[in-house]
């Protein structure tokens, strides 16, 4: 009989426990109270490493937030946003050394600046002329071969393209709304890679200063921010950090410091825009070797040249002697405009496109008589 007794103590204590359980936690299907089945995190994706560009511009703003405002100025702002788009330009070409075996070495150097994401890179002639090899040196350490897509040297500008990712690229500005007196910035590579990126600062002295190198004729910026060897095809930068010309020349005298030229970006757009395309760019002409007064006192002839242009020789087949000139004739107007130079007669010329007809005015043997031109393209050769 106490075993019983045992045994419905025991059930009883059960059921009491069960029941105790219930109220406190409830029943296992009732709405809210179900727990939740564990679900699993998804896995960390794989980051892929940031690119030396952007470990730069990372580095640029942590730089940045502990700089004052009188340190972090307009130039420095200009310099860190053009300066990775800089990059240094070598070209090398076969020569023969001393026992006449053929090498290849290191012809030149110069700067230039990408301007498209696809590695279009805009420089000077001058930089690549003659090279067998170009290798381009970004900021960021990398360097890469590069094609050169087209030159132009009555421009002195050249487009060379490399295949690379990530690549920074610079904005240009409008150059007609330069004024003299404000700040440009000069980015290049002066006297070669060990000094790439470096930064000079100074102001635009002049707009549209013509100047004359070699036989060719350059409309430029003149600055005196510091351009040297190697500056050539560098940027010309205002304090937005816009490019507003190409560092292409310097003038190399004694006793002259300070001066420097860029050609306006706005005359390098329609330039570098054919060369990317077409490898080339139609210059109009008219076919003829002319002297004016300048280069007649200079080499002592002594003629009346009625304040005009005398024509030396013509181009067989040329504009001119298709139009029915001839040698010994006087040039004294193009398209109404009185010409007494051969500059000025170059610059009326570049105003318009091959194929386009003018009017040009000659004198023979005191008669005045005006000839139908039509612009051909000049020669490559």
């Known amino acids: 009989m106490s075993r019983t007794f045992l045994n419905k103590a025991g059930s009883v204590t059960v059921s009491l426990l069960l029941a105790m ?61 053009v300066g990775p788009t800089v990059v240094g330009i070598t070209n090398k070409a ?39 090899e170009i290798i381009v040196s970004l900021a960021d350490g990398r360097s890469a071969q590069g094609k050169v897509l087209g030159t132009d040297a009555a421009t002195d500008l050249a487009v060379v393209k490399i295949d690379l990712d990530n690549l920074p690229v610079a904005e240009f500005g409008d150059s007609s709304t330069v004024q003299v007196g404000e700040p440009a910035i000069a980015i290049g590579n002066p006297l070669g890679m060990e000094f790439r990126g470096s930064v000079t600062v100074g102001i635009i002295s002049a707009l549209n200063r013509s100047v004359e190198i070699g ?5 430029l910026f003149q600055t005196d921010a510091a351009i040297n060897p190697g500056n050539s095809g560098g940027a010309l930068v205002n304090a937005d950090g816009e490019i ?20 306006p970006i706005n005359n390098v757009k329609p330039i570098i825009k054919e060369l990317a395309s077409k490898g080339r760019v139609a210059h109009p002409y008219v076919g003829a070797s002319l002297i004016d007064a300048q280069i007649a006192k200079q080499y002592g002839f002594d003629m009346d040249l009625h304040g005009g242009l005398f024509i030396m020789k013509l181009s067989k087949g040329g504009p001119l002697a298709r139009a029915g000139a001839r040698t010994g004739d006087i040039i004294t107007e193009f398209n109404g405009v009185k010409v007494q130079t051969v500059a000025a007669l170059r610059d009326e010329i ?30 490559r050769n």
């Open 21 to 81: 359980s219930m109220l406190l936690g409830g029943c296992g299907g009732a709405k809210g109270n179900a727990v939740a089945p564990e679900t699993k995190k998804p896995a960390a994706q794989a980051t892929e490493p940031a690119t030396p560009q952007q470990q730069q511009e990372k580095k640029a703003e942590e730089i940045d937030k502990k700089m004052s405002g009188a340190r972090n100025t307009p130039i420095v702002q200009a310099a860190r946003k």
């Open 94 to 132: 076969y020569v023969r050394d001393f026992f006449n075996r053929v090498q290849l070495a290191e012809r030149g150097y110069g700067s230039g600046v990408i301007y498209d994401k696809s590695g279009l890179i805009v420089t000077n002639n001058h930089v690549v002329d003659g090279a067998s």
């Open 350 to 379: 570049a105003k318009h496109q091959v194929g386009d007809q003018v009017n040009i005015t000659v004198l023979r043997n005191e008669n005045q008589m005006t000839l139908a031109v039509v612009l051909q393209e000049y020669p």
């Open 215 to 219: 036989e060719k004729k350059f409309t």
């Open 244 to 263: 507003i010309g190409i560092n292409s020349a310097k003038i190399a005298v004694s006793n002259v410091e300070g001066i420097g030229f860029a050609i």
